[in-house]
């Protein structure tokens, strides 16, 4: 229960995805997601796209659930300050252990503000579950909160489709989110793109295509 002054702007979920998250399903992925191999596999992805930036200080992860990504950042960058927003409570108290250093608000995406900017914006498999209505907000938000660089590691298709996801439908929506950024952001400009197959023998992911994005 100490944890819980940590955990800052705790609020109400207000979409049908936003409770889906916030409640047993989400507190289900918490349980799913406790593997160690995930960090190595992390590990192996961030250092990758962290050899293409320079001088990140400050890194912000939008839908950060138990910490494995920033658990994999921590070790690549020990000094770096980091923020996390995750809806559900369950996995906020989780990433609180993991990450006892992070500024962690239990709080949607979509409502969430900040007066802070971050070298380093990033969601990973997380605006797929986003309502595509929400998405403008969301890119708002990674563009404006991002003084440098800003990346996107999702499932990818080149036009918007819908997939069923673990037998529920309207929950899981792929898209060339970071086409849509750098339409509506014409600053940006593209870094490095790549895959990461399932099927790969050292450090699967999820069939995640990634994107790293600079102002």
């Known amino acids: 229960m100490g944890y819980h002054s940590d955990i800052k702007n705790i609020n109400t ?22 593997n160690e191999h995930y960090v190595a596999d992390n590990l192996a992805f961030f250092s990758k796209v962290i050899a293409r930036t320079q001088r990140v200080n400050k890194i912000l992860e939008l839908g950060a659930n138990v910490g494995l990504n920033l658990m994999a950042l921590k070790q690549l960058l020990p000094n770096v300050e980091f923020s996390a927003v995750e809806i559900n409570e369950r996995a906020a108290l989780a990433l609180k252990r993991n ?39 969301v890119y708002e938000l990674m563009y404006q909160k991002s003084s440098r660089y800003i990346l996107i590691a999702e499932y990818y ?7 069923t996801y673990r037998g529920h439908s309207g929950k899981l929506f792929k898209r060339d989110f970071a086409g849509e950024m750098l339409t509506q952001y014409p600053d940006l400009s593209l870094v490095d793109y790549g895959f990461i197959y399932h099927g790969d023998t050292n ?13």
């Open 13 to 34: 979920p207000s979409t049908e995805q936003e409770d889906f998250w916030a409640g047993e399903f989400g507190n289900s992925y918490v349980e799913r997601n406790k």
């Open 99 to 137: 990450v006892p250093d992070a500024d962690i608000y239990q709080k949607s995406i979509v409502d969430f503000t900040s007066n802070e900017v971050w070298d380093f914006i990033f969601t990973k498999g997380v605006l797929i579950h986003i309502n595509p209505d929400q998405l403008p907000k």
């Open 157 to 163: 298709n080149q036009t918007p489709i819908e997939v």
């Open 203 to 215: 450090f699967p992911q999820d069939d995640v295509t990634w994107f790293l994005l600079e102002k």
